[in-house]
T-cell receptor, first 112, second 117 residues
Framework: GDSVTQMEGPVTLSEEAFLTINCTYTATGYPSLFWYVQYPGEGLQLLLKATKADDKGSNKGFEATYRKETTSFHLEKGSVQVSDSAVYFCASMGQNDYKLSFGAGTTVTVRA | NAGVMQNPRHLVRRRGQEARLRCSPVKGHSHVYWYRQLPEEGLKFMVYLQKENIIDESGMPKERFSAEFPKEGPSILRIQQVVRGDSAAYFC???????????????FGSGTQLSVL
């Protein structure tokens, strides 16, 4: 079945540092790929998505590019803020499916 | 608008007791999905319900687990005779329609952390 593997945490950074969280997937066909974020005390929120190869999803300064050749969807942000402290989940979903497959989540802490 | 509300946030049970987890979807949403996150693992799909119907329970353990989404009231995930291996975070999500292939209108709750002593 489909699965997602993401970089283990926790990750601790200083403000304005560069963040990257690796994510790779295995799937039959061409899934849609997502990054979700969970801020403390809140539900998971969709951060960005990409639905086909070479698509780039972006939101709030975060970016991720759907790389079919490496089956990857790495999350990046050039300059993190304290408010980016959260748990980040990579996820995939089949084109005609409603079930999401999630990675284990990466806890990111940004220090001032 | 209130988002997906799950309660309790934390639930502690002793082995053999029953656990009842509640999920109130976004107002107007009639589709509910439950996911479970075991320690060190990603969220795994458990069950998909529409009002009064179970659509897909392929991810739910065959014994001790049940789910409902009645015409009135929240969706309930019920675990009978809990064991230590049931300790996990249980997340609920809702959508207004079946969200095949896209999920902009899929909203998650903040989860219930179940601890079995």
């Amino acid at each position: 079945g489909d699965s997602v593997t993401q970089m283990e945490g926790p990750v601790t950074l200083s403000e304005e540092a560069f963040l990257t969280i690796n994510c790779t997937y295995t799937a039959t066909g061409y899934p849609s790929l997502f990054w979700y974020v969970q801020y403390p005390g809140e539900g998971l929120q969709l951060l960005l998505k990409a639905t086909k190869a070479d698509d780039k999803g972006s939101n709030k300064g975060f970016e991720a590019t759907y790389r079919k050749e490496t089956t990857s969807f790495h999350l990046e942000k050039g300059s993190v803020q304290v408010s980016d402290s959260a748990v980040y989940f990579c996820a995939s979903m089949g084109q005609n499916d409603y079930k999401l497959s999630f990675g284990a989540g990466t806890t990111v802490t940004v220090r001032a | 608008n209130a988002g997906v509300m799950q309660n309790p946030r934390h639930l502690v049970r002793r082995r053999g007791q029953e656990a009842r987890l509640r999920c109130s979807p976004v107002k107007g949403h009639s589709h509910v999905y439950w996911y479970r996150q075991l320690p060190e693992e990603g969220l795994k799909f458990m069950v998909y319900l529409q009002k009064e119907n179970i659509i897909d329970e392929s991810g739910m353990p065959k014994e001790r687990f049940s789910a409902e989404f009645p015409k009135e009231g929240p969706s309930i995930l019920r675990i009978q005779q809990v064991v230590r291996g049931d300790s996990a975070a249980y997340f609920c999500a809702s959508s207004p329609l079946e969200h095949r292939g896209q999920n902009e209108k899929l909203f998650f709750g903040s989860g219930t952390q179940l601890s079995v002593l």
